[in-house]
């Protein structure tokens, strides 16, 4: 049964700071990794996908990768800035279509 | 608007009543996913489903749960017979019929129970 861990489960840090999030997952088996960005209150805005085939995504200041063989991967935000703050989550796909999801690291980037 | 629609935002029942959670998935898109979120937990999947079928129920209360997708309108999430346990968020999400694409979520029902 595939299991996926974020660590940590919580980060706060000043404005300016690069972070890095944390996302491991059991079975290697997947179709593709997505990070997700939730506000309190809010769904979920996908930010990057990555494919089982590819090592990692760009979008801005987000860089997402995925060792597939170590169940493993990595969100990097260069420069956080407070209007980073919210819970990221990452999901997995198997072969049945669904998502699995971590229970996700809330960031808070003060100023 | 392109984007995933639920509605209502916010539904309030009392315990026994029935709950009925409406989702229209993006333009072109024609699967459809329920992922409920307790209070403190992570996303769990609940109902894959594409037009008038049941791809995969596996997350899904075997009891007073139920979901559709007819040919023409939203997806509807059923709960009868609402218990406080129910009160959570329900997210929908659409993704295209291509393999691997992303899926896109709505900003969710929010179901209490009183």
């Known amino acids: 049964k595939q299991e996926v861990t974020q660590i940590p489960a919580a980060l706060s840090v000043p404005e300016g700071e690069n972070l890095v999030l944390n996302c491991s997952f059991t079975?290697?088996?997947?179709?593709?990794l997505q990070w997700f960005r939730q506000d309190p209150g809010k769904g979920l805005t996908s930010l990057l996908l990555?494919?089982?085939?590819?090592r990692e995504q760009t979008s801005g200041r987000l860089n997402a990768s995925l060792d597939k063989s170590s169940g493993r991967s990595t969100l990097y935000i260069a420069a956080s800035q407070p209007g980073d703050s919210a819970t990221y989550l990452c999901a997995v796909k198997d072969n049945t279509d669904k998502l699995i999801f971590g229970t996700g690291t809330r960031l808070q980037v003060f100023p | 608007n392109a984007g995933v629609m639920q509605n209502p935002r916010h539904l309030v029942r009392r315990r026994g009543q029935e709950a009925r959670l409406r989702c229209s998935p993006m333009?072109?898109?024609?699967?459809v996913y329920w992922y409920r979120q307790l209070p403190e937990e992570g996303l769990k999947f609940m109902v894959y489903?594409?037009?008038?079928?049941?791809?995969?129920e596996s997350g899904m209360p075997k009891e007073r749960f139920s979901a559709e997708f007819p040919k023409e309108g939203p997806s509807i999430l059923r709960i009868q017979q609402v218990v406080r346990g129910d009160s959570a968020a329900y997210f929908c999400?659409?993704?295209?019929?291509?393999?691997?694409?992303?899926?896109?979520f709505g900003d969710g029902t929010r179901l209490s129970i009183l």
């Open positions: 990555i494919q089982s085939s590819q």
């Open positions: 999400a659409s993704s295209p019929e291509q393999a691997n694409q992303p899926q896109h």
């Open positions: 079975d290697s088996a997947i179709y593709n």
């Open positions: 333009k072109g898109h024609s699967h």
């Open positions: 489903l594409q037009k008038e079928n049941i791809i995969d």
